[in-house]
């Protein structure tokens, strides 16, 4: 965990390591909500909270870019771990 007493120092440091899993902002300032969710990519988070987005099955959880491959949970996990396969059948006509 990295402190940071200016709200754009922390969001510097963050957007120059590779795309985040998830992201996690406690604030009651709406400005600096919509600062950190506009400037920052991530696959799943929150606004103070930090288990609501992968408590609930109904939401997709995963990551962008190379950091989380899919999603997880509910029909989104089914589709990512399901292999489709396509078959064809033949007829011989004797």
């Known amino acids: ?10 969001i510097k440091n963050v957007v120059k390591c590779p795309k ?7 604030s009651s300032d709406k400005k600096k909500q919509k600062q950190v969710l506009s ?19 109904n939401l ?11 999603y997880y949970h509910g029909k989104a996990g089914f589709d990512t771990f399901s ?3 396509k078959h ?3 007829r011989h006509l004797d």
């Open 20 to 26: 985040s899993l998830a992201l996690y902002h406690f």
């Open 39 to 57: 400037q920052i990519s991530f696959g799943g988070g929150t606004i103070n909270d930090t288990i609501l987005h992968i408590s609930n099955s």
């Open 83 to 85: 292999r489709h396969k």
């Open 1 to 10: 965990m990295l402190t940071f007493s200016k709200l754009d120092d922390a």
């Open 60 to 70: 997709p959880f995963g990551g962008v870019g190379n950091n989380g491959n899919g």
């Open 88 to 90: 064809y059948e033949t």
